[in-house]
């Protein structure tokens, strides 16, 4: 068999989706299954999120356009990357970074507590993408240890934006409930209006106590018993747990969202003073060949249809000042609005 007879076949049977050669499923969702895949040219690996079109209801097509939105604007080494988004008829491909350190949840659930040094580098990066997503007015809404993936070098990355959402500003009220029951905060289960960025805060509450004593700060037989645990913020410490960190999580874990710490309070809070904010804490990761190549052939295709727009613009009388060429001012930023299939 020829090269590009392999080629089709593995697009047909699925074990190819563009440049890209599937492999072996690593996790599954209510709408998409993850698939492990590399770059037929890079050989990057990535994770393929497919998503069956004909299960998608109206509120999960909403979450997902959320999702994509909030993704294709995050930039930074403690956020999972979207590289890219394919559409086929009945199925829609989100290419993301993979992460293949496994996720924070199994980690504690297999070998329990993080040590004190350990818990600072994780928090701190989480900490540092939080800062950065509310800076950019995006609200994850569903922050959880099963969120929280490492790289093979350690390195933290957020992920699993189904339930984010853009705010004009932080002050903006949401009103629907996102997220998992236990990192839930107490103006959620009061179906109250509720500000993103203190849910987020509550919810880095939950993860930094998880972290530090193996356990759940809130746990209960039914949701009833759950809800009112939240509501009326109760919670036991370990005495164990060091003076620093104690108030730290005492500072997030507050009923009132006004009366929590912010995110700049805990970024000079006493038990993170020792840390350096972000990248002295892990190895750097090594530059992507995979977004390098992405970035590249963007570029390539704006150039291209740039020069196009021109040419017509040109043959219908449209020049520059005296005659002069045309310039096409700002020419990208219409050509990224006007594209939400690819990045």
Same mark, same amino acid.
Not at 266 to 284: A, H, Y
């Given at each position: 068999? %020829?090269? $590009? =007879? ?18 072996? =499923? ?17 050989? $990057? ?11 998608? $209801? ?28 394919? =559409? ?14 496994? $996720? ?73 409930? %996102? ?6 905060? #107490? ?31 809130? /746990? ?23 003076? #620093?960190?104690?108030?730290?999580? /005492? ?8 009366? /929590? ?12 003073? #020792? ?10 990761? #090594? ?55 690819? /990045?």
């Amino acid at each position: 068999m %020829c090269k $590009d =007879e392999k080629t089709i076949k593995d697009l047909i049977i699925g074990r190819r989706v563009g440049f890209y050669k599937v492999r072996g =499923e690593i996790g599954c969702g209510t709408f998409s299954r993850v698939k492990l895949a590399f770059h037929a040219l890079t050989k $990057d690996k990535v994770a393929l999120k497919v998503l069956d079109k004909t299960r998608l $209801d109206s509120q999960a097509q909403r979450l997902l356009s959320k999702e994509i939105s909030s993704m294709e604007c995050l930039q930074h080494p403690n956020v999972v990357c979207l590289y890219e988004v394919m =559409e086929k008829p009945s199925r829609l491909y989100l290419v993301l970074e993979y992460a293949g350190g496994g $996720d924070l949840h199994n980690r504690l659930s297999t070998q329990g507590k993080l040590s004190e040094n350990a818990c600072k580098i994780t928090f701190a990066q989480i900490l540092s993408a939080i800062k950065y997503m509310h800076n950019i007015n995006v609200i994850h809404r569903d922050l959880k240890a099963e969120n929280v993936l490492f790289t093979s070098s350690g390195c933290i990355k957020v992920a699993d934006f189904g339930f984010s959402t853009q705010v004009s500003n932080r002050n903006d009220a949401l009103d629907t409930f %996102c997220g998992s029951p236990p990192y839930a905060a #107490p103006e959620l289960f009061r179906d109250e209006c509720y500000l993103g960025a203190s849910v987020d805060v509550w919810a880095m509450g939950v993860l930094l106590f998880f972290m530090v004593t193996g356990t759940m700060p809130f /746990r209960a037989e039914t949701m009833g018993k759950l809800r009112r645990c939240v509501i009326e913020c109760e919670y036991t410490l370990p005495p164990w747990v060091p003076g #620093p960190c104690q108030r730290l999580i /005492r500072g997030i874990l507050k009923e009132a969202p006004a009366d /929590r710490y912010a995110v700049d309070q805990m970024l000079g809070c006493d038990w993170l003073l #020792p840390v350096q904010f972000p990248w002295t804490l892990v190895p750097p990761e #090594p530059a992507s060949p995979l977004q390098g190549l992405l970035d590249s052939e963007r570029r390539d295709l704006e150039e291209e249809v740039e020069e196009e727009v021109r040419g017509l613009l040109e043959e219908l009388g449209f020049t520059g000042p005296q005659g002069g060429t045309l310039v096409l001012i700002s020419f990208s930023f219409f050509f990224n609005a006007g594209t939400t299939a690819s /990045r």
